[in-house]
């Protein structure tokens, strides 16, 4: 079992900055996916960012390549995404998840954490 806890949503300015935390517990996954998703009100649950924690490597929805980082920290077993430049229709539940396969795809994710709330105000 992997245990997801996301923590760093909150009210941001349009254009202002902020960055999410997804801190894991439970069993190693050094060769898993984690990934973030939002879902705004209304509207399903969208792919944001990934990374291969094994290999770092780093995957992007294309609205928002050029303002959100996804970054992992092996010794803290924490993955981060710093938002940049953020905008209105960022506005959204942010949900932290997890899974032992490379894939981007909602339906083939195990492991999620209960989400943080992030409002862009305009």
């Known amino acids: 079992q992997v245990q997801l806890v996301e923590s760093g949503g909150g009210l941001v300015q349009a254009g202002g900055s902020l960055r999410l935390s997804c801190a894991a517990s439970?069993?190693?996954?050094?060769?898993?996916?984690v990934a973030w998703f939002r879902q705004a009100p209304g509207r399903e649950r969208e792919f944001v960012a990934a990374?291969?924690?094994?290999?770092?490597?780093?995957y992007y929805t294309d609205s928002v390549k050029g303002r959100f980082t996804i970054s992992r920290d092996n010794a803290k077993r924490t993955v981060y995404l710093q938002m940049n430049s953020l905008k209105s229709e960022d506005t959204a539940v942010y949900y932290c998840?997890?899974?032992?396969?490379?894939?981007?795809?909602?339906?083939?994710?195990?492991?999620w954490g209960q989400g943080t709330q992030v409002t862009v105000s305009s």
């Open positions: 990374i291969i924690w094994l290999g770092g490597d780093t």
């Open positions: 998840a997890a899974d032992p396969r490379t894939t981007m795809t909602r339906s083939d994710y195990n492991y």
């Open positions: 439970g069993r190693t996954f050094s060769s898993y996916t």
